[in-house]
Each structure stands twice: as C-alpha cells, then as structure tokens.
C-alpha cells in the first residue's frame, strides 16, 4: 500500500513563495512520475505540474509555466513542488499523485493512480 503524505502548504501573502513536499511510504517515488494538481472547493482539479522518474522531463500547465517549478530529491525520496509569485486564486488545496507503473503519457492526470490527502494553501494579505 502506497500512503502520499504532503506538506509546506500555509499562509502566505500576494507574491510570496512556498516550497511544497511530497513523501511517500510503501514504495519508493523515485521508480514513478509524479505530479502535482490543485482543486478550489467547487471547482475543477487542475494538474499544474508533472515529472518523469528520471526528472528529465517535465510538465506545466498554462498556469503554472514560469512560477511553479517541480523537482525531485533523490537523495530523500521526495518531490518538491516550488511556487513563486503566488496569487489570491490560487488559493486552494494541492495534491500530490503517483503515476501508474510504465505510464506512457505521464503528462496526463488520467494516467495517476494515487494521492495525497493534500496541503492547504492560502495567499491572502
């Protein structure tokens, strides 16, 4: 059983930075891709940010492109998930997800079989 466990998330005011963390027990991280995603209450998931296992190659949405950055920690089994320039709308819940074994199209939520219970963050002045 794989348990993905986030944290970094809090308060943090218009332009400001936060470094997000993901971890995991059960399976190492470091044999997937991995992803990011982010849901408003009410609102649609939006896959923000995504990573081959190798850490090679990444994904970012629209949104995301130049501001949020995704990276790996090899040495600690983590995947970090860094926002700069935050904005009142991106308040929200982000999650963290594992892709599924051999996923061809890791860029693509779809292919994502586990998650985090996710870590809230507000930006607000």
């Known amino acids: 059983q794989v348990e993905l466990v986030e944290s970094g998330g809090g308060v943090v005011q218009p332009r400001g930075s936060l470094r997000l963390r993901c971890a995991a027990s059960?399976?190492?991280?470091?044999?997937?891709?991995m992803g990011w995603s982010r849901q408003a209450p009410g609102g649609q998931r939006e896959f923000v940010a995504a990573?081959?296992?190798?850490?090679?190659?990444?994904y970012y949405s629209n949104s995301a492109k130049g501001r949020l950055t995704i990276a790996r920690d090899s040495a600690q089994d983590t995947v970090h998930l860094q926002m700069n320039s935050l904005r009142p709308e991106e308040t929200t819940v982000y999650y963290c997800a594992r892709a599924t074994t051999y996923a061809s199209r890791w860029w693509n939520e779809s292919w994502y079989d586990y998650w985090g219970k996710g870590t809230q963050v507000t930006v607000s002045s």
């Open positions: 990573i081959t296992w190798s850490g090679n190659n990444k």
């Open positions: 059960g399976r190492p991280l470091s044999r997937y891709a």
